[in-house]
């Protein structure tokens, strides 16, 4: 691996900060310091340092954003702002959003360069669970926490699968689902009697939003965070 790509992969900045580093002398590989960016490195096995301190190479890389609305969940848009436009200085090679939510819908949302994670997460026999904060307009049946908690008919094949819901406040809920159809919340809701008019993702995968985050701001997840993550890709 190139040494400038092996300090990017590493979190020490990004390519065009490295290389400046590496030109005036403030990277050493193996005890010796170096000037060539285009260097090739052992990323397992050679000591390389940044200002005395080593570097640690990093496979994967795992963000917490918190979406805000107005923008779509997709790597690349045409027309559109895109989430993947919010993390334009985040290390890390090909990173994407896991699964997505609604344009119109904020919150919690994991992105990274571990395809296999992202896969296990979403994978509908892990039915992985995934919480919102839910405002609606209406008014819900008298039972439809119940209702919810069993299952309901939202249009499609088969009902949805058990959820839990939460009453709030007056006009909105918590509800955890495990499963990930289209505008599935907004469908749910609609079958007990109620319109959406707000939605949030505060957890997903054990995983909960950080409230500290302001909306179109991320931060790296923790290495607790990221186990507590793998653990639910796992089940």
């Known amino acids: 691996m190139r040494l400038d790509k092996f300090m990017a992969q590493a979190g020490a900045g990004t390519r065009s900060q490295v290389k400046e580093y590496i030109r005036k002398g403030n990277v ?27 570097l640690c190479f990093k496979q994967y890389h795992y963000y917490m954003l918190n979406k805000p609305a107005g923008v779509v969940t997709a790597t690349k848009d045409n027309h559109e702002m895109t989430v993947m436009d919010l ?10 959003p896991v699964g997505r939510l609604d344009k119109d819908t904020v919150g919690l949302l994991i992105i990274t360069d571990d395809g296999e994670l992202s896969h296990r997460l979403l994978s509908p026999k892990r039915h992985v669970e995934k919480t919102y ?22 249009g499609d094949a088969a009902p949805t699968l058990p959820a839990r819901a939460c009453m ?14 289209y505008h599935q919340v907004k469908r749910m809701i609609q079958a007990v009697g109620g319109k959406v ?15 500290s985050l302001p909306e179109g ?19």
Not at 198 to 209: I, N, V
Request: proline share 2%; aromatic share 8%; charged share 30%.
């Open 87 to 96: 993390m334009r200085t985040a290390q890390g090679r090909d990173l994407f």
């Open 217 to 235: 701001a991320w931060r790296e997840l923790s290495e607790e965070e990221t186990t507590q993550l793998k653990a639910h890709g796992r089940l």
């Open 28 to 54: 050493a590989v193996n005890g010796s310091v170096v000037k060539r960016p285009e260097l090739a490195v052992n990323e397992l096995t050679d000591d390389i340092q940044l200002f005395g301190e080593k």
């Open 133 to 154: 904060y839910v405002e609606y307009e209406g008014e819900l049946f008298p039972d439809a926490a119940e209702r919810l908690a069993r299952g309901v008919d939202i």
């Open 168 to 181: 709030t406040a007056s006009c909105s809920l918590e509800l955890s689902i495990t499963e990930g159809r």
């Open 197 to 211: 008019t707000y939605l949030k993702r505060t957890a997903f995968g054990g995983l909960c939003l950080d409230e």
